[in-house]
């Protein structure tokens, strides 16, 4: 699987976009982009994935650059409680195997 | 729906015991994790189940980690004897063996090993 590089930390305002960044710049055609956060305390989340097409859920944007080497996930309006270290896993469809770094930690100041 | 539940949240014990880790996954999900995260070595895959078989345990860190699923919706890590270089969070997760994986996870164990 692919090695993906983030940001040790972010800050946001709350009630701004947070931006947070990864960079994967050796991700295969098959493989997925993948976002978690872990709030603290608590279990990691699934928060969206993609392969090469924007993705939009309730929760999040996924932003992929054409030639797959990084993406932004964008949580459009953060709040406190989106305080949380992110992790953005690269893997192949269907690999029980995710890689977790040291992922992002962002947080939303008032 | 519930999500994965897993049993005891917290966990004292000392050095020599014997731990038993609960986890019943989401009705549903063929697929079962169980991980374990501290601060030095991040979030570790300890061993997979897939249809209630162990498919990987190869992060199962030594014989005296255990893992069964006797039925679809239960599964136990053990410890035996535990040390304290053991204390960690143990996290359960599961999912559906679609092709895409998402991972469900539980709210994890928190084990110290005195």
């Known amino acids: 699987d692919a090695k993906t590089t983030q940001p040790t930390s972010m800050d946001c305002a709350e009630g701004r976009a947070a931006n947070l960044p990864c960079n994967h710049s050796?991700?295969?055609?098959?493989?997925?982009v993948y976002w978690y956060r872990q709030i603290h305390s608590q279990g990691p989340q699934y928060i969206i994935h993609?392969?090469?097409?924007?993705e939009t859920n309730e929760m999040a944007s996924l932003i992929i650059t054409e030639d797959r080497k990084s993406s932004t996930l964008i949580l459009p309006h953060a709040t406190l409680r989106d305080t949380a270290v992110y992790y953005c896993?690269?893997?192949?469809?269907?690999?029980?195997?995710?890689?977790w770094g040291a992922g992002t930690k962002l947080i939303i100041k008032p | 729906d519930a999500g994965v539940i897993q049993s005891p949240r917290h966990e004292v014990t000392e050095m020599g015991q014997e731990v038993t880790l609960r986890c019943k996954p989401i009705?549903?999900?063929?697929?079962l994790f169980w991980y374990r995260q501290t601060m030095m070595r991040g979030l570790e895959l300890l061993i997979y189940?897939?249809?209630?078989?162990?498919?990987?345990d190869s992060g199962m860190p030594e014989d005296r980690f255990s893992a069964k699923m006797p039925n679809a919706s239960f599964s136990t890590l053990k410890i035996q004897p535990s040390e304290p270089r053991d204390s960690a969070v143990y996290f359960c997760?599961?999912?559906?063996?679609?092709?895409?994986?998402?991972?469900?996870f539980g709210p994890g164990t928190r084990l110290l090993v005195l």
């Open positions: 993609g392969l090469k097409n924007n």
């Open positions: 050796t991700i295969s055609g098959n493989e997925y």
């Open positions: 009705s549903g999900h063929n697929s």
């Open positions: 189940f897939n249809n209630n078989v162990p498919i990987d």
């Open positions: 896993i690269v893997s192949l469809a269907g690999n029980y195997q995710l890689i």
């Open positions: 997760a599961s999912s559906i063996r679609t092709g895409k994986e998402t991972q469900y």
